[in-house]
C-alpha cells in the first residue's frame, strides 16, 4: 500500500509570527491608505483574528463591536480619523499623549525624566539592531524604539528563523526579509535568528509594550486604537 506522506514545514510558525509583527507595525505606524482600506474593509478584523486563532491566544470579548463604527465609511474617511487620533496619541504638541518609544515610556514607568535617543532603553535597542544587521536608513534620524519599528525588528528575525527552519539553515544575506526601513549591517546576536528574537521580546516588548497598549486602551478616543492594543496585549501581554 502506498502512503502519502506531506512534509512538514518547520518554518510555518515563525512565518505566523512574522505576519503578527508585520500587522502590529502597521497598525501602531502612521495611517496609510493602506490600513485605512483595510479597516474600512474589515480586512484588518479579520487578520487580526486569523493570526491570534493561528497564535492561540484570545482576544478581548468586544474586539468586533470596537470597529463597529468603521462599517460602510469611506476609506479616506477613515485615513482621516486615524490621522487625526495618532497625531493626538503619539506625537502630539507638544508631547504625546502616550509615548510610542520604548524608552520614553519606560522612564515615565520609572518617574524619571527622559530624552529621546540618550536613555538607556533606546541606546540598548539600537545596539541590539545594529547587532542584528539592521540601522537606519540615509538620511533619517528617527529613534529605533518606536513601537512599531520594534515589532519591524521582530519580522525581520521571524523570517530569517521561518528560513532557518525550512532550509536547514539561516540565509546568510541580512538583507533577507528585512523592512524597507533598515539598512543592514552586522550579525545576529545569540547566534540565531531564534535566540536574537526571544531576545528582544523578553527583554524589550514584553517590558513595556502592555503598558504601552493599556495606556493607549485608557487615552484613545478612536475605536480603532482601542482594537488594536488589544491586538497587541493579547499577543504580548
Given amino acids: 500500500m502506498n502512503e502519502t506522506i506531506e512534509a512538514v514545514d518547520d518554518g510555518a510558525p515563525w512565518r505566523i509570527r512574522a505576519t503578527t509583527c508585520e500587522l502590529l507595525a502597521l497598525s501602531f505606524s502612521y495611517p496609510t491608505g493602506v490600513l485605512a482600506e483595510a479597516v474600512s474593509t474589515g480586512e484588518w478584523a479579520e487578520a487580526v483574528r486569523e493570526v491570534t486563532e493561528a497564535l492561540d491566544v484570545a482576544l478581548s470579548d468586544n474586539f468586533s463591536g470596537m470597529l463597529a463604527p468603521y462599517e460602510g465609511k469611506h476609506s479616506e474617511e477613515v485615513l482621516h480619523l486615524l490621522r487625526v487620533e495618532a497625531t493626538r496619541l503619539f506625537v502630539g504638541a507638544p508631547e ?89 549591517d552586522g550579525a545576529l546576536p545569540g547566534g540565531s535568528p531564534e535566540v536574537a528574537y526571544e531576545s528582544f521580546l523578553e527583554e524589550h516588548v514584553r517590558a513595556w509594550m502592555p503598558g504601552f497598549a493599556e495606556a493607549v486602551t485608557a487615552e484613545t478616543r478612536e475605536p480603532f486604537y482601542r482594537a488594536a492594543a488589544a491586538m497587541l496585549l493579547a499577543i504580548v501581554g
Fill in 96 to 184: 504625546p499623549v502616550v509615548s510610542p518609544y520604548e524608552g520614553v515610556h519606560r522612564a515615565q514607568a520609572d518617574g524619571v525624566q527622559a530624552l529621546l535617543f540618550v536613555n538607556p532603553h533606546s541606546m540598548e535597542v539600537e545596539r541590539f539592531m545594529k547587532a542584528c544587521g539592521l540601522g537606519r536608513p540615509e538620511g533619517t534620524n528617527e529613534p529605533l524604539d518606536h513601537v512599531s519599528t520594534e515589532c519591524e525588528l521582530l519580522e525581520h528575525l521571524a523570517l530569517r528563523a521561518a528560513a532557518a527552519a525550512s532550509e536547514g539553515a539561516a540565509p546568510a544575506d541580512p538583507r533577507e526579509g528585512a523592512p524597507e526601513r533598515f539598512v543592514p
